[in-house]
């Protein structure tokens, strides 16, 4: 089992930056490559980016590419995703989720995660 906790959500105005965090445990916790998602009200989740268990691979969603960062620790117990000059069409609720993968395997299918952490609400206010 694997647990996922997230935090760093809130309300930031337009070009504005936040930094979300997600904490990862559990004893099988290893060769996971990591990804965030999110989900807008009415709207399906979506993948907006994701890290390999080596942390040197990422790939991300086009419509954060140049925004976002996603990185992970050296101890590999936290995955961060940087989000820098923030619209209010980011505004959603963002997921953490773990998939076991190889060192440096990614997937963007939000089907193959096996894990998700409960969520932490982003609100861009114009």
């Known amino acids: 089992q694997v647990q996922l906790v997230e935090s760093g959500g809130g309300l930031v105005q337009a070009g504005g930056s936040l930094r979300l965090s997600c904490a990862a445990s559990?004893?099988?916790?290893?060769?996971?490559?990591m990804g965030w998602f999110r989900q807008a009200p009415g709207k399906e989740r979506e993948f907006v980016a994701t890290?390999?268990?080596?942390?040197?691979?990422?790939y991300y969603a086009d419509s954060v590419k140049g925004r976002f960062t996603i990185s992970r620790d050296s101890a590999n117990t936290t995955v961060y995703l940087q989000m820098n000059s923030l619209r209010p069409e980011d505004t959603a609720v963002y997921y953490c989720?773990?998939?076991?993968?190889?060192?440096?395997?990614?997937?963007?299918?939000?089907?193959?995660?096996?894990?998700w952490g409960q969520g932490t609400q982003v609100t861009v206010s114009s």
């Open positions: 989720a773990a998939v076991k993968l190889g060192t440096r395997v990614l997937t963007t299918s939000p089907y193959l995660y096996n894990y």
């Open positions: 559990g004893r099988t916790y290893n060769n996971y490559a």
């Open positions: 890290v390999s268990w080596s942390g040197g691979n990422t």
